[in-house]
Structures are given as C-alpha cells and as structure tokens.
C-alpha cells in the first residue's frame, strides 16, 4: 500500500493551496481517508477526514470553513482544498488511511510540506 502526497508549497498568506493524496494498492472504498498536519516542534494533529460516502466529513476548528476535504472513489484519491491559508498552517501535510471497521490509522503518506508566509 502506497499513499502519494502531493500539491504543498510556499504560498503568502490569504493564498490557496490544494493537496493530492493518491493511493494504491489499496481497496479504496474500504477505508476513511485523512489529512494530519504537523509543524515543527508541535505533535501530529488531525485536519479533516472523510467517509466513503463523503456524507460528513470532519474538521478541526482551527481550519473549519476555510478547508475542504473531498475524495475521488474512482480514481483512489482524496484531496485537501486549503483557503485563506494563515501563517499558522505551515507544517508538514499528511495523508492517511483507516479501515471502516477499525480504530485509528492503518497507513500513512510521506507528507508534503505547506509553508505559509505573512
């Protein structure tokens, strides 16, 4: 199993960014699928995540109304559409995979980094 992330960069604050996270060898429909981030200096922490059914996804306060997560079942991708971004979004973004049927996260992507400029 494989998760691919994709899409950080540097960008000024008020800026957008959108992240890819592409999977493989995974059955994709089986699992929920999330972004973490972390900075440096600070633990992971949860971002967004979303079901199969894409019926409710999940935020963090910190990024409600201004981040949407989406998943395309067809092509085993899920993505991060990141607005107004603030200087305290830098960190390193990533993607993960859990079983609906279990707790926690069962694979993780390499991370992409967001920075995040004033």
């Known amino acids: 199993v494989q998760l691919q992330a994709s899409g950080g960069g540097l960008v000024q604050a008020g800026g957008s960014l959108r992240l890819s996270c592409a999977a493989s060898?995974?059955?994709?429909?089986?699992?929920?699928m999330a972004w973490f981030r972390q900075a440096p200096g600070k633990e992971r922490e949860f971002v967004a995540g979303?079901?199969?059914?894409?019926?409710?996804?999940r935020y963090a306060d910190s990024v409600k109304d201004r981040f949407a997560i989406s998943r395309d079942n067809a092509h085993n991708t899920v993505y991060l559409q990141m607005n107004n971004l603030k200087p305290e979004d830098t960190a390193v973004y990533y993607c993960?995979?859990?079983?609906?049927?279990?707790?926690?996260?069962?694979?993780w992507g390499q991370g992409t980094q967001v920075t995040v400029s004033s």
């Open positions: 993960a995979a859990g079983h609906l049927f279990r707790q926690g996260y069962d694979y």
């Open positions: 979303i079901s199969w059914s894409d019926s409710s996804p």
């Open positions: 060898a995974l059955t994709f429909s089986g699992y929920r």
